[in-house]
């Protein structure tokens, strides 16, 4: 058993395509306009509501994003079709979701001075599967040629930090004594491009992390995770009702709740505070004062959100090497987007030096992980 644990690789996955919100917007105003050209007898009797337009001023107001990668542009501007055509592949392939998850623990065991035969054990924690089995992580076990047990987890937007303390948790007990946790984060296939208030919100990508006992690792840059803490409030406030027993209730196939579907303003008015008095009670537990937290990795949901959360912990505005920002250009990566952060924004922090890595979303859920520099 260990009682050190600790970061020792990061990989990101980034597609290739990448949507603006110009283009975005674009496509959705020409949606509106062939929907309520279409429908204009229904709504002028008052049995349909016109479709409003969406605007660039509107969307980074919202949320702060300017742009998002996904894994196909064509498909998601296209006004007939508004959903990316991603093809099913053979039984045989490595499937899309695992395969961007490879490419990214590639680089996370690289970072690591490690390669896939020293991994026992692989957790995936996205917020959406591609299917229900067999598990995408053991998909991505056999493709790294890992050993152990692999398996699957989802807490939506905190799975990564939820995977983070699975993981410590495992090795600390000695049932593991490297763990690869992967996110892979396909957002853009349960996203409503035709849904004004969220057709901005989501991009895709995939984040890999691995942890290992902190007398195992041969990184040269390694965090020790001192703390993690996890919380769920259940709310309806954001949901996604797609599932298997869709099939044994007719009525309900494509109805726009089996996709991404949230009630804003409820969620920022309530998950903020409840984010911020759990960093600073673990702070607090920890005998952390905010003057010694050098960096918070935010979950990249909406900069508003970010904002306020780092203003209620650190007691003011926070600056942008303090909670940095990586949403305006990969727009919300659910799970990944904490992790994003941590991967592009950790080289700077010095021997000893303190950050806190946190993730909230959907249940609601809520996790944080305390960071020390090794």
């Known amino acids: 058993?260990?009682?050190?644990?600790?970061?020792?690789?990061?990989?990101?996955?980034?597609?290739?395509?990448?949507?603006?919100?110009?283009?975005?917007?674009?496509?959705?105003?020409?949606?509106?306009?062939?929907?309520?050209?279409?429908?204009?007898?229904?709504?002028?009797?008052?049995?349909?509501?016109?479709?409003a337009h969406s605007s660039v001023e509107f969307i980074e107001k919202a949320s702060g994003i300017r742009s998002r990668y996904v894994l196909d542009k064509a498909g998601i501007l296209d006004p007939d079709r508004m959903v990316p055509h991603l093809p099913e592949r053979p039984n045989e392939a490595l499937s899309v979701m695992a395969d961007i998850g490879v490419q990214a623990a590639k680089e996370a065991l690289s970072n690591a001075s490690?390669?896939?035969?020293?991994?026992?054990?692989?957790?995936?924690?996205?917020?959406?599967?591609?299917?229900?089995?067999?598990?995408?992580a053991v998909e991505i076990q056999h493709a790294l040629g890992a050993t152990g047990y692999a398996f699957d987890m989802n807490v939506a937007c905190s799975s990564a930090t939820f995977g983070l303390q699975q993981a410590a948790d495992s090795i600390r007990a000695g049932s593991a004594r490297r763990v690869l946790m992967v996110n892979p984060e396909i957002c853009t296939g349960h996203l409503n491009f035709r849904d004004r208030d969220s057709h901005f919100i989501f991009g895709d990508v995939a984040t890999a992390v691995v942890i290992e006992s902190a007398e195992d690792a041969n990184s040269q840059k390694c965090y020790e995770i001192l703390d993690t803490r996890l919380q769920t409030i259940f709310s309806n406030n954001?949901?996604?009702?797609?599932?298997?027993?869709?099939?044994?209730?007719?009525?309900?196939?494509g109805a726009v709740d089996k996709l991404f579907v949230q009630e804003g303003r409820k969620v920022f008015k309530e998950?903020?505070?409840?984010?911020?008095?759990?960093?600073?009670?673990?702070?607090?537990?920890?005998?952390?004062?905010?003057?010694?937290?050098?960096?918070?990795?935010?979950?990249?949901?909406?900069q508003n959100m970010n904002d306020l959360?780092?203003?209620?912990?650190?007691?003011?505005?926070?600056?942008?090497?303090?909670?940095?920002?990586?949403?305006?250009t990969y727009a919300n990566t659910s799970s990944a987007g904490s992790v994003i952060a941590f991967h592009k924004h950790n080289d700077d922090l010095l021997t000893g030096q303190l950050g806190v890595l946190c993730s909230f979303g959907a249940g609601y859920s809520i996790g944080s992980a305390l960071l020390q520099r090794v």
């Open 271 to 302: 998950v903020c505070p409840a984010v911020a008095q759990q960093i600073n009670q673990q702070l607090e537990d920890f005998g952390v004062s905010k003057d010694q937290l050098t960096r918070m990795w935010l979950h990249q949901a909406n």
């Open 114 to 136: 490690l390669e896939g035969k020293d991994i026992d054990a692989v957790i995936v924690a996205a917020s959406n599967m591609q299917r229900a089995y067999p598990a995408m």
């Open 309 to 328: 959360i780092a203003r209620k912990v650190l007691g003011r505005d926070p600056t942008a090497t303090e909670a940095p920002t990586i949403l305006d």
């Open 1 to 51: 058993m260990t009682s050190r644990v600790v970061i020792s690789g990061t990989g990101l996955y980034t597609p290739e395509q990448s949507i603006s919100n110009e283009e975005l917007v674009a496509a959705f105003n020409t949606w509106v306009d062939r929907f309520n050209a279409d429908h204009a007898h229904a709504i002028a009797r008052g049995e349909e509501e016109a479709k």
């Open 238 to 253: 954001i949901r996604n009702n797609f599932g298997f027993l869709n099939r044994g209730d007719e009525t309900g196939v």
